[in-house]
């Protein structure tokens, strides 16, 4: 989460390689990890050319499971985070509006949600993402907001939210 | 593996069939025919398509038959109405994003999407157009790549990364998002590619093809005022019949300069005369680094994939690279000068265009230190008070593929013409330079010269079999001049790294190696006709090694125009003017 994230220096990347180079699955296990280290919360170039270079197999390998996986992001991430579920029951139960809504709040004027998985407001303030489903459908709309589920969620509350992240609440 | 024998169904027929066939190619043998899309033998196999579908007694859903074994009794149903449309909701679906733009697509004779639709029976596609596609990625001088064609079948990507070891481009991204790229979605300019075009021969459609440049020859033809001449690579005597719809590994030499001659072009050379040209600058070379110590093996330059490969992944090897340049840029630095000088010529005014089965030479054409002849001018001509305009040595390079489409848009037919022979003083050339365009054939033109120089008798075998066929990895010790000469011939870049590999550890037993990029060598390069295979090799080698036979003179040392290059223009192999003209550097390539 943005608040317990550390800055990460060149020795913590190559102490996650390294203590993850043998493990089944290292690849995905480095690049979380390097992500969670991130201080903004991303795989920079930079990063995955030296996963890359550190396990000695291919960019395009590297790219392509960081691009395969909505976890991961490649553009850095602002200061807390949004995360609006746009399965079928929360759609159904209006979390289109509540999308609209936080990009609204956040002055972010476009996302297409067909073609990226999260945009972050030009302030680096906050990020907003859709994933398919967290699988609390029976609360329907849920929303993440820093980490913590968000059930039953209205526009109401999301503005309340909202304005209380801002203040720094 | 072993031969399984069993009895299988295949609508309703019983046939016996060899267990270890995937479930298509047994079907085949029953006489149905299992369309696919991706499916590739010996390239890729991965079931991406879903058009190879049938129907299997038992199972719940459809079976994908290039990925399954058939089992002893199971019944196969290939063309039952539900086969059928599952293969044409695939195939639209696979149309619903296509641009349709067929009547000028550069496929549009030989794609295979467009020939399963027809196959199919497509009439409509019933699904809405939903993705969007970023420009055509022109970043490199040698390739194209059209995102809005692709099919996502991943033949282009296992080839990068299984046959050539490049990882130049991988899928990226998922589900409707997935599409196939470069490193952070940048063009192939900023990625390893090594400009090989194998991708460009196995892409069903024209979302990966060459650089077409076939437009600005014509143009060049056309302007009265250019000198325009063409060279032709050894390979495409035994690729262009094909590509003109004769049998494959058809050997069209005469016929080939025929039509070029018809297309205009003032002089219709070899680079088959620069091969031997290459060899005698080459074997030099190499006799020189055995007597003097230097670096060993020495390996050859001749295919500028491999020279791509070698800058971008080995860069500490580059001293192992012969510094000869290949026969397409020798013949490009030679016609810009001793040509040019001989007939009077302006050599600001000659064009050189070259025909090349390969799309990394369209890359090597436009490399900035490929301008020796302007060097040479620019020299000549200040010291005399003159100016000249930069030009490069070689304008363009066409592949195989574009000179079929030339040949076709001027009504040429190639099949009807009568043999001619190419023009002096740049078309003699040997046996030894035809085999170039064959893995093994460097190395046996090389080793035809160098034991003659070195023992001063003729050979005794002139055919040196042991670098001939299509391993992989073919080795032999040859005794030449009172020592026994390791060599090594690698083609496909797979290969290649196992060989650099070796000197990399320092356990290297080899004096000599030669690598070709492609499969097969030149014969199956990544400018030849599409969707190749290995009879299609096999065949087109066969031919090249006929020709060689066939030749007055099958050693580079016996052309008699290289002689009279050396004596009126050169002086002697690795003299001062050919290192000017003949040899290059290479630098290391980051990405």
Known sequence: ?169 | MENERMTIYVDGRSVEVDGNLNLAKACETAGASIPTLCHLEGVSSNASCGVCVVEVEGAKSLVRACVQKPSPGMKIKTSSLRVINARRTAVELLLANHPMDCLSCLRSGNCELKAMAERLGIRASHYPKLKKFAPPDTSTDGLTRDDSKCILCGRCVAVCAETQTVHAIGFSGRGARTRVTAFMDRGLAKSPCVQCGQCSVVCPTAAITERDQTQEVLLALADPSLHVIVQTAPAIRSSLGEALGMAQGSLVTGRMVAGLRRLGFAKVFDTQFTADLTIMEEGTEFIQRVKEGGTLPMITSCSPGWINFIEAFYPSLLGHLSTCKSPQQMFGAVAKTFYAQKTGLDPENIRVVSIMPCTAKKAEAKRPEMDSAYHFWKEKKTAAGGAVHHFQDVDWALTTRELARIMRLAGIDTAKLEDENFDSPLGESTGAATIFGTTGGVMEAALRTVYEILEGKPLPETNFTPVRGLAGIKTAEVPVGGMKVRIAVAHSLKNARVLLDEIAAGTSPYHFIEVMTCPGGCVGGGGQPVLPDLGKILARNRSLYAEDMNLPERKSHANVEVKSLYTAFLGAPASHLSHELLHTHYKAKRF
């Open chain 1, 1 to 169: 989460m943005p608040s317990t994230a550390v800055a990460q220096k060149d020795g913590d990347l190559k102490h996650i390689i390294l203590e993850n180079r043998d493990k089944q699955g290292y690849l995905l296990k480095i690049l979380e990890k390097a992500q969670e280290t991130s201080p903004k919360l991303y795989l920079s170039e930079e990063t995955m050319r030296e996963v890359a270079h550190r396990l000695d197999i291919p960019l395009t390998q590297v790219y392509s499971v960081a691009t395969f996986y909505s976890f991961f992001n490649l553009k850095p991430q602002g200061l807390h985070s949004i995360v609006v579920c746009r399965g079928t029951a929360c759609h159904t139960r209006g979390s289109l509006a509540l999308l609209n809504e936080a990009l609204s709040m956040l002055g972010i004027k476009s996302f297409k949600e067909e073609e990226e998985n999260s945009v972050t407001s030009l302030d680096g303030f906050a990020s907003v993402r859709t994933v398919a489903c967290f699988g609390q459908c029976a609360l329907a709309p849920v929303v993440m907001i820093d980490g913590e589920v968000k059930s039953r969620m209205t526009i109401g509350r999301l503005v309340t939210l909202l304005h209380k992240m801002k203040k720094g609440g």
